[in-house]
């Protein structure tokens, strides 16, 4: 044997004794069955939040009563085709940050969703797809200029 095994030898099983190994917990002390409970504990608030995501663009879905008080007035405007305030309101979104669910071109629309105290058009958005022009049954919004996205929930 040379040099550099005898050294590299007890050095290398040193760092495997340290390592854990399966089924036991060195970290916390913890025997396996223990171990298991807890992690089986820790796992269903994360079966829970997976339920609170819409299975189909794996977004966090948000309640209409839970958006600004004008999301949830233009969501009303826009199911009953009323008046836009901006001019921009219903032109096609090009889901150019891919976010949403990939679709034809023309499928998203988006609209302003007004902030108080704001001169111009702000960063809040609804963007809605399918047809007709008037169906909010997907929906999806936006406080960060298309940074993020929570879907309605319709």
Known sequence: MNLRA????????????ACDLPGQDTAQGQPPAQTQQSQTQQSQPQQNQVSSRDPQSGLRWIDATEL??????LLQTIAQDGK????????????????????????????TVPTPGENDRGAR????GGQPVTSTAECYYTAD????FKRIRP
């Not at 050294?7 to 495997?16: G, K, S």
């Open 68 to 73: 600004p008080r004008e999301g949830a007035q």
């Open 84 to 111: 836009l305030r901006y001019s921009k309101d219903g032109v096609t979104f090009g889901n150019r940050e891919r976010l949403l669910p990939r679709q034809s071109g023309s499928y998203y629309r988006e609209y």
């Open 6 to 17: 005898l050294f590299l030898t007890p050095l290398l099983a040193a760092l495997l004794a």
């Open 145 to 148: 200029h298309y940074a993020s």
């Open 125 to 128: 958005r609804i963007v809605c």
